[in-house]
């Protein structure tokens, strides 16, 4: 059941970055409305795809890698939504809505699991560990969108065009501004993410750190994020280079959530092999 509803969820993330695309075109205020209502839709259809997985199953969808996906992906969405309520960029929903297609796409794609849970992974740090993570990649993800925006934005400026994007997107300061605010609550959020991991892998493994494949991602990701957000507390680190490193460090985080399970073995269960 909640593999038909991930499927009319891609559906109406489909048909939000089709709007999404129109409103590049035809930057209507009735688009500017329509798109995230579109994208709402389907987060809450795709919040309806998790409870039912939940009621079903008794355990979050987080544990294998399609399930992980999907979370994921719906943490994206809604923090953008979130993130639209307050600051109304509708503009940032052309590169969320297209990345939330593709994963709940991949999602379904990948079919239902079966079996039983773990035992080891019968427990509240769970939940925990993985809310936190992801919530922390899905903050990032907005970084991303703006820093993508930023070069863009950048480019247009130096060559002087004045095209549909140059109207819509935000100026330089605006978008650099944002980049650091979503920084600023992401690292925490990973940071938090990543010790609640280790406190669950000395109570699982008896070792809070095992240079695991996904711990050293982690950790390699948790230290690009803090150089970035420390030069530019300390040493005015902005602009062009840090919307290329925040763009850098999200290319790490999807890279190895995609493909490290299969290219690196971890002893992560599940969606964290």
Known sequence: MDVTLLKVTAVFYLLGTGSFIVYLVLPKALLSRLSPLILLGGFLIHTSALGVHFFQSGYPAVTQFREALSFYCWFMVGVYLLFQLKYHLTVLGCIIAPLAFLMSLAAFAFGVGTGELPPELKTYWLLLHVTLAFLGNAVFSLAFGVSLMYLLQEFQLKKKKTNVLYRLFPSLETLD????VFLVWGFPLMTLGIITGSLWAGFRWGNYWSWDPRQISSGITWLLYG??????????????????????????VLGYFLLGGSVFPSRHAGSFE
């Open 177 to 180: 501004r944002l980049n650091y």
């Open 227 to 252: 150089a970035l957000l420390h030069g530019r507390i300390t040493s005015g680190l902005r602009g062009k280079k840090a919307a290329v490193l925040t763009i850098l460090g999200f290319a790490v």
